[in-house]
């Protein structure tokens, strides 16, 4: 498990991510991360957007269901 202090940045407050944090998480600075609510009430700190993923797996869902119809306007 990974610490932080919460810390002022400017006029709000923040929190700093280790080298360590920052490879775990795979981001790089300048990267955004989200903070979501996980359905047991507690956080999780990602750097993929949820609601991106929500859609990108409809967007996969009926481009599968739909293949026929893609294909034919494709043409």
């Known amino acids: ?3 932080f202090k ?3 940045v400017g006029a709000s407050a923040g929190f700093i991510l280790t ?3 920052m490879a775990r998480l795979k981001v790089q600075k300048g ?3 989200y ?4 359905p047991d009430g507690s ?3 990602t750097p993929y ?3 991106f993923e929500r859609q990108m797996t409809l967007a996969e869902e009926i481009m599968h269901e739909d293949r026929e119809i ?3 306007l494709a043409k």
């Open 19 to 21: 080298k360590e944090a």
């Open 70 to 72: 893609l294909r034919a």
């Open 6 to 8: 919460v810390t002022t």
């Open 35 to 38: 903070l979501t609510e996980a």
């Open 1 to 3: 498990m990974l610490a």
């Open 31 to 33: 990267d955004t991360v």
């Open 49 to 51: 957007d949820p609601d």
């Open 43 to 45: 956080y999780r700190l």
